[in-house]
């Protein structure tokens, strides 16, 4: 048997829910919460197979309780049941360690098969979940060209900044001339910039000397 813990501030939602999923053999209700500081309670003391969270709630919120459950018990298993697909709402609650994500809009019999397949260890995320996971992923990370820059040249770069020549630069890293003058040269090369000054005005401008 299955025991499920609803948690949600809307009594019509756990009424509904929780009617369903005892009609169901393999499925319990073992308690409900109306906020979430109440399910954080519960779900620690009563440690039901399955915890189906609202998000949006009164005082504690249900990212919030899903954090303070997970800190304190990493096994729970949490089954995000909500209204909301915005991303301040989607990403903090996976990263706070809810495992499915469902919109409210589920049928009722998709809820339950959601509770089964969490409660065998499998993610199920809502279709619209997923799109907008995958167009996350597919996005890429804004690039700078002193992303190219090696260890020693950004740290080289920051003594250009500081206005020391390269016989300075050798003297301070303990490095031959000659390799100083080959570093300043890729960093020019990767920074596609014609000399030192605009060099250092990069790396001003893009708070690199920081």
Known sequence: MIRVLLVDDHEMVRMGVGAYLST??????????????????MALSLRPDIILMDLVMDGIDGIEATKRIIDSWAEAK?????????????????????????LKT???????????????????????????????????PEYYLHDELTEREREILLLM????????????????????KTHVSNILNKLGVNDRTQAVIYAFKHQLTK
């Open 78 to 102: 949490i089954v995000v049941l909500t209204s909301f697909l915005d991303d301040e709402k989607l990403y903090p609650a996976i990263e706070a360690g809810a495992m499915s994500y469902l």
């Open 106 to 140: 589920s049928k009722a019999s998709d809820i339950a098969a959601a509770v089964r397949a969490t409660y065998q260890g499998e993610v199920v995320l809502e279709p619209k979940v997923t799109g907008k996971m995958m167009t996350k992923m597919r996005q890429k």
């Open 161 to 180: 900044a500081e206005g020391k020549s390269n016989q300075e630069i050798a003297d301070t890293l303990f490095i031959a001339l000659k390799t100083v």
């Open 24 to 41: 169901q053999p393999d499925i319990e209700v073992v308690g409900e919460a109306e906020n979430g500081s109440k399910g954080v309670e």
